[in-house]
């Protein structure tokens, strides 16, 4: 009995150290509405052929809370949305569509929503000028 006890208090605090020692990933994505950008989509509809076909998109902001791009609806969470610094935007690592593809493939979630776990849009308001929006990858 006591080793039973022994073996789940091991058990237990190994998965406790797992769990807590994954970070959390946050993507920042360049939105300029407007903008041409580099996509990729699915060569065919099969799941399992997981080839792609480059195309140029355009972004666009659809109305105050929908952000599209390369046939991908990005909608905010909240009407809330922060102003940020020249030098925090330098210092943001932004991804490109094909980073969310391809990790939306490689972690194979069934909901593109839960393919990571923050999203931000920083959006270019005017020259110099970005806002902040967090967002959700919606599957529509």
């Known amino acids: 009995m006591y080793r039973i006890k ?51 998109g355009k972004m666009n902001k659809l109305d105050a809370k929908t952000f599209f791009f390369c046939q991908e609806r990005f909608i905010k969470i909240d009407n809330h949305s922060s102003t940020i610094t020249l030098q925090t935007f330098n210092s943001l690592d932004f991804v490109k569509h094909s980073y969310l593809y391809q990790e939306h493939l ?26 902040k929006h967090q967002v959700y990858w919606s599957s529509n």
């Open 6 to 56: 022994i073996i789940l208090i091991l058990l237990f605090s190994l998965i406790h150290t797992q769990c807590s020692g994954q970070q959390e990933e946050v993507i920042y994505i360049f939105f300029k509405d407007g903008q041409s950008i580099d996509c990729v989509k699915p060569k065919s509809n099969k799941k399992e052929d997981i080839s792609t076909v480059n195309f140029n």
């Open 106 to 131: 490689k972690k194979d979630m069934f909901s593109k929503k839960d393919t990571f776990e923050k999203i931000y849009i920083i959006e270019e308001t005017s020259p110099q000028n970005y806002s």
